[in-house]
T-cell receptor, first 111, second 113 residues
């Protein structure tokens, strides 16, 4: 059974800092892994999708890496901004396209 | 390009009632998955529909049922509502044979009193 852990649970940083969010999962037989952003009471916005054969993906100030064999992924956010404040969720997906979520990292970027 | 849409936005019901939530997938997508997100938790997979059939199901009781229509839209039905069913219900769509990236709708907030 896939279990996902995200560390830290909460993070507060001053604007401009670079930061790393961590995600670990117990079953390495994944098809892909997605990182999402969720604003309070809202739906999920897909940030990055990494296929199991890839090591990393980049979009703007975001970079996600995947080490499938060790069951780890990281999301790197460069030059953080107050608008980045949200909950970040990682979700490995199996061949059946079912996503398993952790409880997320609540990020607050202070102006 | 229309994204995933869900209706209604909010819903208040009482225990024992029944509720139907609706989802229209992103244009071109053929697979719809439903998730339940309790406050402070990550989303939990309820079930997935493809070709109008339930393809896989998470650990939810039979009170939770669904349907997919020929236009790929979907409904989630919950019978005999319990207080614990209060949550944000999220719909996600994807396309079989693609990279399986899932796109989520804004969710329906269900409150059971």
């Amino acid at each position: 059974k896939q279990e996902v852990t995200q560390i830290p649970a909460a993070l507060s940083v001053p604007e401009g800092e670079n930061l790393v969010l961590n995600c670990s999962f117990t079953d390495s037989a994944i098809y892909n892994l997605q990182w999402f952003r969720q604003d309070p009471g809202k739906g999920l916005t897909s940030l990055l999708l990494i296929q199991s054969s890839q090591r990393e993906q980049t979009s703007g100030r975001l970079n996600a890496s995947l080490d499938k064999s060790s069951g780890r992924s990281t999301l790197y956010i460069a030059a953080s901004q107050p608008g980045d404040s949200a909950t970040y969720l990682c979700a490995p997906g199996g061949a059946t396209n079912k996503l398993i979520f952790g409880t997320g990292t609540l990020l607050a970027v202070q102006p | 390009d229309a994204g995933v849409t869900q209706s209604p936005t909010h819903l208040i019901k009482t225990r024992g009632q029944q509720v139907t939530l609706r989802c229209s997938p992103k244009s071109g997508h053929d697979t719809v998955s439903w998730y339940q997100q309790a406050l402070g938790q990550g989303p939990q997979f309820i079930f997935q529909y493809y070709e109008e059939e339930e393809r896989q199901r998470g650990n939810f009781p039979d009170r939770f049922s669904g349907h997919q229509f020929p236009n790929y839209s979907s409904e989630l039905n919950v019978n005999a509502l319990l207080l614990g069913d209060s949550a944000l219900y999220l719909c996600a769509s994807s396309l079989v044979g693609s990279n399986y990236e899932q796109f989520f709708g804004p969710g329906t907030r269900l409150t059971v009193l």
